[in-house]
């Protein structure tokens, strides 16, 4: 029951406004030491040389990219089934992110690619299906913009994100289902990790840092889509910064 008293868009933005700078900050924090570790500490690799640090950029983007467009899914399931307003607010505040991320992944791709495949781009199985992920974002980004009723744009964009998320298995398991130039994963949920503990160490941190860092923006930013759905609503009218603002309006007029 106290998850669905936060289901409630006036319940959830005081409890996101105390948790994004948390969140903001700890990314930050574990950031640095990933960065750190995987710049400083960790040696060159035996065959890539130093070209293959820009893993600890490339691999954290390319899984949040995926991470959050399930979370995307996840919020347009209870959206569709629960009918609750804040669904579609979250699954707006993460799309921007999720664009982001598969964006770094697709650009560290090319420019890991180069020195290790002689190329930018390949129509790799993987490069292709991430690129389909970024074109899921940017749709999905497009058709809630363009609708202006809230109720019909939130119910179409959890559709495009409920069959989008088939994709996101297609990018994992791309490099076991077909014969591409992408390696296999260095990490794996059932296997031992194929690098040193240093490198993950580094990794680990980085992607950590990277979805702290997801979960700040949105909740940052879903507290202003808040304030833009509810404008005309009594709670949001008494929010001392809605009234510093309209005082503040005022004076400048």
Do not use: C
């Not at 409890?15 to 570790?37: F, T, Y």
């Not at 995926?66 to 707006?92: D, E, N, P």
């Not at 993950?200 to 702290?212: C, F, K, N, R």
């Not at 304030?227 to 009594?234: G, I, K, M, N, Q």
């Amino acid at each position: 029951m106290k998850l669905f008293h936060y289901a409630a868009p006036q319940n959830f933005y005081s409890l996101a406004g105390r948790l994004w700078p948390v969140m903001a900050l700890l990314a930050s924090g574990l950031a640095l030491a990933g960065l750190w570790v995987g710049f400083v500490l960790a040696p060159s690799d035996a065959q890539q040389g130093e070209a293959y640090r820009i893993i600890y950029i490339h691999v954290p983007v390319s899984w949040m990219a995926m991470l959050i467009y399930l979370a995307m899914a996840f919020w347009s399931v209870l959206g569709l089934v629960f009918q609750t307003r804040l669904s579609g607010l979250m699954t707006r505040a993460l799309a921007p992110t999720g664009a982001l991320m598969a964006f770094l992944s697709l650009w560290t791709g090319a420019l890991w690619g180069k020195p290790m495949w002689g190329t930018y781009w390949v129509w790799d199985a993987r490069l292709t299906s991430m690129l389909i992920l970024l074109f899921l974002y940017l749709g999905y980004i497009a058709l809630t913009s363009a609708i202006e009723d809230p109720r019909r744009s939130d119910r179409a964009g959890a559709l495009v994100a409920l069959v989008g998320a088939v994709n996101v298995p297609i990018i994992y398991f791309s490099v076991k289902w077909w014969n591409t130039l992408h390696q296999g994963s260095s990490v794996s949920l059932t296997q031992s990790p194929r690098m040193a503990s240093v490198m993950l160490s580094g990794m680990l941190l980085m992607s950590l840092a990277l979805w702290l860092y997801a979960v700040a923006v949105a909740l940052w930013r879903v507290r202003s889509l808040i304030l833009v759905r509810e404008s005309h609503a009594a709670w949001v009218q008494q929010l001392p910064e809605v009234q510093a603002h309209r005082t503040l309006r005022g004076m400048t007029a």
